[in-house]
């Protein structure tokens, strides 16, 4: 059958899968002959093999195989788009495998979802490898990992190590104090650097001359059973750190630094536009969310942004689930991609007859060992239980919940690894923030839920409890624009739809949506919140001292409460659904203050009242009446004052001109020349005598 211009081959896994083919290709509206295989792995080889000659792109259902069926791809020269998709293991094995056709038409569909390949950055490994530790297992492992890298071993020297009875490495003494860097590229430094002496006899013996250094290396094996040299060090390239007490992970290791060498492309996972950032104005801070949630240090300050170092950046996505402007945003597939996939999903599934659907987003080193134990060892999934699968469960923001919930969702599930619960804060912070606005709007029940299972049967469990309540009425809308956009219309629609309508919803403190709260009184329109405001949500006016407030652009960043000179500024997290967030709301304005000799309007009385006050008297430059006049004149009549002073500097007419180069040479020029026209004179009166 045919599926958004690809041929859908359907395998029932040797009919253990019941699978109607005429109500699958209805379902999807597919064209073609509706054929469902039956072995198409094994006996049924060969149509695989015409259709890789008959067609560009290809989805296959079976994802258990798929690398036998790429080299039979590879040895075709089949070169056009070749994906798999699992419907054994996520519908057909499953005690509710009859009522499972729905999912299935949904799963082939969303596999059909076209998905722009993630930009990659190269990292470079010449094969230089650090290899430290305490005693023979950091010179064993140095050793064996010569055979394949160029490895420098460095001892700590707390415990004593029989020399070598050959030198066939470079071995140091010395202590590592700290590193930096990524895959090709890693800094290291090191206290007490100290070659081994090649006289070393029973113990080995260091030269004495020990000094610190920095030193280079594309590769790092960490043997000492130390603290870790990196946060997060499970997700930084290149540095391995197995326990020296185990050998199978030492060895395992040992198996993984000697492929590392030569060119490797690793997914750019984070799209970041400097000119969005609202981490800081004029060196005053304002939103540190990134900051403060990337595990791997990745994200770091840089000016009035933040630079995220793709080379270390392990793509949990916190930073882009958490940007409220939109600055960072996850690339290994985008926002609007993402939520075109979980569309599709969920409007084939209805089409195809499915009701109440349940979403059970998870990550695949995970939830796809999980899945498979459920299907092949307990009652597998339930039919109206959706899997959509991610990249990183932290990468989930609020926009994808949300959307969930506007498609009609009866409850989505999120499973999240145990070993990953502390790294889930941002993951956290978006089911709160989505909560928080469905309790507020009148939906009832948990319809958001994080599963921090690593037993199948649990899972199982968990996924067919019981819901009481009924799922949103279906959004239709085409998730077009940035993450902040996209959460916009999910939110709209859970607004427009809801139990209990309400137009102002309070948040919780960190929500990216919110409106700043101006002291009136205290306010002197100096307008230094409209120039630190990196989203446009303050904005001064044109034509008069006015200063106003577009709440649907505010990303509660803080950046004008930092800058506020009077601390007249606070932030109210909330959501407002009314009209006027769209139009920007006047917060104060004045009458312009006139300059009191010619008239011309140039500032706001208030601010310059306040500057008069705090100056006239207490200040010795404006003790004098007349002093404090000039702060109430615009900018030309202050200089014209100055100069009808009697003690005007300039009234004593032009300033000496300081003498330089040009006026010698030219003096000079002129004294040769006078001396030159008396020669000419002196020899004329002579020949006249």
Request: net charge negative; glycine share 8%; aromatic share 6%.
């Amino acid at each position: 059958m045919k599926l958004a211009g690809k041929a859908c081959l359907v395998c029932s896994c040797q009919d253990t899968m019941p699978i109607a083919a005429d109500r699958l290709a209805k379902a999807l509206g597919a064209g073609g002959e509706a054929a469902i295989f039956g072995h198409l792995c094994r006996s049924q080889i060969e149509s695989f093999k015409k259709a890789l000659d008959r067609h560009s792109g290809l989805i296959v259902a079976c994802e258990q195989e798929a690398p036998l069926f790429r080299e039979l791809a590879e040895e075709r020269g089949f070169d056009g788009d070749l994906r798999f998709v699992d419907i054994r293991d996520r519908a057909g094995w499953s005690e509710e495998a009859r009522a499972a056709l729905p999912k299935m038409a949904a799963l082939l569909a969303e596999a059909a979802v076209a998905l722009p390949p993630a930009p990659a950055v190269t990292l470079r490994s010449e094969g230089r490898v650090l290899v430290y530790g305490h005693d023979e297992t950091a010179l064993e492992a140095a050793r064996r990992l010569g055979q394949a890298l160029a490895p420098t071993l460095l001892l700590s020297g707390r415990q004593e190590v029989m020399p070598p009875r050959l030198f066939d490495l470079s071995v140091f003494r010395g202590r590592v104090r700290g590193a930096r860097g990524h895959l090709g590229a890693f800094e290291v430094e090191i206290a007490g650097l100290a070659p081994a002496r090649v006289s070393s006899r029973g113990v080995l013996a260091f030269e004495p001359d020990a000094q610190d250094a920095c030193r280079t290396f594309d590769l790092l094996l960490d043997l000492s059973g130390e603290a870790p040299w990196f946060p997060a060090p499970e997700k930084r390239d290149g540095y391995f750190r197995p326990d020296p007490r185990d050998p199978a992970a030492v060895a395992g290791a040992l198996l993984e630094l000697a492929g590392l060498v030569g060119e490797f492309e690793k997914p750019r996972y984070i799209a970041f536009d400097a000119s969005l950032c609202a981490h800081s104005r004029a060196g005053l801070e304002g939103c540190t969310r990134c900051l403060d949630h990337c595990p791997t240090g990745a994200v770091t300050p840089d000016g009035d942004h933040v630079a995220i170092d793709p080379r270390i950046c392990a793509g949990c996505g916190s930073c882009a689930s958490l940007c409220p402007t939109g600055a960072a945003s996850y690339a290994a597939p985008t926002a609007d991609r993402q939520l075109e996939r979980l569309r599709t999903l969920l409007a084939t599934y209805r089409r195809a007859g499915g009701t109440a659907p349940r979403v059970l987003l998870y990550e695949e080193r995970h939830g796809g060992e999980l899945l498979t134990a459920l299907a092949r060892f307990g009652a597998g999934l339930p039919a109206r239980v959706l899997p959509f699968r991610v990249e990183e469960i932290t990468q989930i923001g609020p926009e994808l919940l949300a959307a969930a919930m506007a498609y009609g969702v009866e409850r989505a599930d999120i499973l999240v690894p145990p070993r990953k619960r502390a790294e889930a804060g941002a993951l956290v912070a978006a089911v709160e923030l989505v909560d928080a606005v469905l309790s507020g709007l009148g939906y009832e029940g948990e319809r958001l839920r994080l599963l921090f299972e690593e037993d199948p049967d649990a899972l199982g469990e968990a996924l067919r409890a019981p819901v009481e309540f009924a799922p949103v009425p279906p959004a239709d809308f085409l998730p077009m624009g940035g993450t902040r956009q996209l959460l916009r219309l999910a939110l709209d629609h859970l607004q427009a739809v809801a139990p209990r309508l309400q137009e102002l919803l309070p948040l919780p403190a960190g929500a990216p949506f919110g409106r700043v709260v101006v002291d009136t009184d205290g306010c002197t329109l100096c307008f230094s919140c409209v120039g630190a405001c990196p989203a446009g949500a303050l904005l001064d006016h044109p034509d008069r001292p006015a200063l106003r407030f577009l709440e649907e652009a505010c990303v509660q960043c803080g950046l004008c409460r930092t800058t506020c000179p009077e601390k007249v500024i606070r932030l109210e997290p909330r959501l407002h659904f009314g009209a006027a967030t769209r139009e920007p709301q006047l917060i104060k304005e004045e009458e312009p203050f006139e300059c009191v000799r010619c008239g011309k309007p140039f500032g706001t009385r208030s601010s310059i009242e306040r500057v008069v006050a705090r100056l006239a008297g207490s200040h010795s430059m404006f003790a004098d009446p007349a002093r404090v006049e000039l702060l109430r004149m615009c900018e030309d009549c202050r200089v014209i004052v100055e100069f009808e002073k009697e003690d005007n500097p300039f009234a004593l007419g032009r300033p000496h001109r300081p003498r330089v180069t040009e006026d010698y040479l030219r003096e000079r020029e002129e004294l040769e020349a006078i001396r030159r026209r008396l020669e000419v004179e002196r020899k004329d009166g002579e020949g006249k005598g």
